[in-house]
T-cell receptor
């Protein structure tokens, strides 16, 4: 699975869009990009995944660059409850998932 | 609303005691994962099972840890004997992964917080 790089922390004002970047420059053609988040003291929660097209669901949008070397998770209207650690993972599927350190997002009132 | 359940939620024990953690995966999911999370190491994959068979337990200390799936609705993680360095939050997750890569999301339980004194 490709290594991913994320900033260790980010701030966002409540009500504004939170844009969380992820670099996966060594991603291979069959690797998907997955995003999870972990709110304090809870288990990680799946957010969204994609291969090469942009994806949107009720939680977030995922923008993947054309060369697939990076992606951005967008929380369109961040709330205080979105304060969490966000993990970006690239893998080919199957079973094994390796979580990195993630980005700690602080949403401020 | 289908969820992964884990018991106990909190466990405090003394060094040398046996600890058993239980997980009930979401009905219909055929893959179960065990993770351990500490401040120092982050979230580490210990082992995972597909259709109740262990596929990979390379992340697990073999001498004291064991993981099993007695049936499709129950996964267990045992530590015997427990040591203070085993103190962590242990998460179970389940899913229906596909080898092609898509739709491999995992659903996590609330975790078991283990403290070994």
């Amino acid at each position: 699975d490709a290594k991913t790089t994320q900033p260790p922390s980010m701030d966002c004002a409540e009500g504004r869009a939170a844009n969380l970047p992820c670099n996966h420059s060594t991603i291979s053609g069959n690797e998907y990009v997955y995003w999870y988040r972990q709110i304090h003291s809870q288990g990680p929660q799946y957010i969204i995944h994609g291969l090469k097209n942009n994806e949107t669901n009720e939680m977030a949008s995922l923008i993947i660059t054309e060369d697939r070397k990076s992606s951005t998770l967008i929380l369109p209207h961040a709330t205080l409850r979105d304060t969490a650690v966000y993990y970006c993972i690239a893998h080919t599927g199957g079973f094994k998932t390796i979580f990195g350190a993630g980005t700690r997002l602080f949403v401020k009132a | 609303d289908a969820r992964v359940t884990q018991t106990p939620r909190d466990k405090v024990t003394e060094m040398g005691q046996e600890v058993t953690m239980r997980c009930q995966p979401i009905l219909g999911h055929n893959t179960v994962f065990w993770y351990r999370q500490t401040m120092m190491q982050g979230l580490e994959l210990l082992a995972y099972f597909r259709n109740r068979a262990p596929l990979d337990d390379s992340g697990m200390p073999k001498d004291r840890f064991s993981a099993e799936m007695p049936d499709a609705t129950l996964a267990t993680l045992k530590i015997q004997p427990s040591e203070p360095r085993d103190s962590a939050v242990y998460f179970c997750a389940s899913g229906l992964p596909r080898l092609a890569g898509g739709d491999n999301e995992q659903f996590f339980g609330p975790g078991t917080r283990l403290t070994v004194l």
